[in-house]
Each structure stands twice: as C-alpha cells, then as structure tokens.
C-alpha cells in the first residue's frame, strides 16, 4: 500500500493536443466569413453594373422619344389652332356651327393668372 491518498485535488495538467483545438474552428469560421464578404462584393459589382447598364438604356430611350415628343407638342398645337379657328367661323358660318353643335366643341374659359399678394404698407 502507498502513503499516498487515492485522490488528488491538482487540477489535470492540460496536453499539447487541447490547445491546437480551438484554433481549427475560429480559422473555419474565419474562412467562412471571408468567402461570404467574397461572394457579397462580387454580387455588389454585378449590381453596379447592371444599373449602369439600365441608366445607359433609359438615357438612349429618352433621346428617342424626344423627337416623338415635340411632333405631339405641334400636332397638339395645331389641333388647337384649328378648333379655335372652327369656334370663330361658327359665329358667322352656319356649316361651322354645325359642326360645332354636333361633336360639342366649346372653349374653355382661360386660366385667371394667379394675383401676386400685395406688398406691405410700411
């Protein structure tokens, strides 16, 4: 029989294989956060350049429809001027007033100017 008690209150010494342990899952982790920053930067540039893409599209098309635009403005303008013309020649035309009957055509009255307020008394 030994002198010595069968328990021991000494903490167990720690081997070398323990402190490799914890350094495999954080190199892991590590690698894993690094390829989602990866994969977040390359989709951000994927993004970037679709958008200029679509910011050079809708600049073209624009373009194209300005021409489109100022036609519609003078045909516009022209139907005006032709109304108008009709409303005139109705007062004095019977064919005219016709027409005018028939298909309803009437002249708004135009838009009172907005009134500046007036300036302080001093």
Same mark, same amino acid.
């Given at each position: 029989?030994?002198?010595?008690?069968?328990?021991?209150?000494?903490?167990?010494?720690?081997?070398?294989?323990? =402190?490799?342990?914890? &350094?495999?899952?954080?190199?892991?982790?590590?690698?894993?956060?690094?390829?989602?920053?990866?994969?977040?930067?390359?989709?951000?540039?994927?993004?970037?350049?679709?958008?200029?893409?679509?910011?050079?599209?809708?600049?073209?098309?624009?373009? &194209?429809?300005?021409?489109?635009?100022?036609?519609?403005?003078?045909?516009?303008?022209?139907? &005006?001027?032709?109304?108008?013309?009709?409303?005139?020649?109705?007062?004095?035309?019977?064919?005219?007033? &016709?027409?005018?009957?028939?298909?309803?055509?009437?002249?708004?009255?135009?838009?009172?100017?907005?009134? =500046?307020?007036?300036?302080?008394?001093?």
């Amino acid at each position: 029989m030994s002198s010595e008690p069968d328990y021991n209150f000494n903490p167990p010494a720690a081997s070398n294989s323990d =402190t490799g342990s914890l &350094q495999l899952p954080f190199a892991l982790l590590t690698a894993a956060i690094a390829v989602l920053m990866v994969a977040q930067t390359v989709n951000v540039f994927k993004s970037h350049g679709t958008l200029r893409d679509g910011q050079v599209k809708l600049t073209d098309a624009y373009r &194209q429809r300005e021409t489109l635009v100022k036609q519609s403005q003078d045909l516009q303008q022209k139907l &005006q001027n032709l109304v108008l013309d009709l409303l005139l020649l109705s007062k004095t035309d019977e064919d005219a007033k &016709q027409i005018v009957a028939k298909y309803n055509i009437q002249q708004n009255a135009p838009a009172a100017p907005e009134s =500046t307020p007036a300036a302080p008394a001093k």
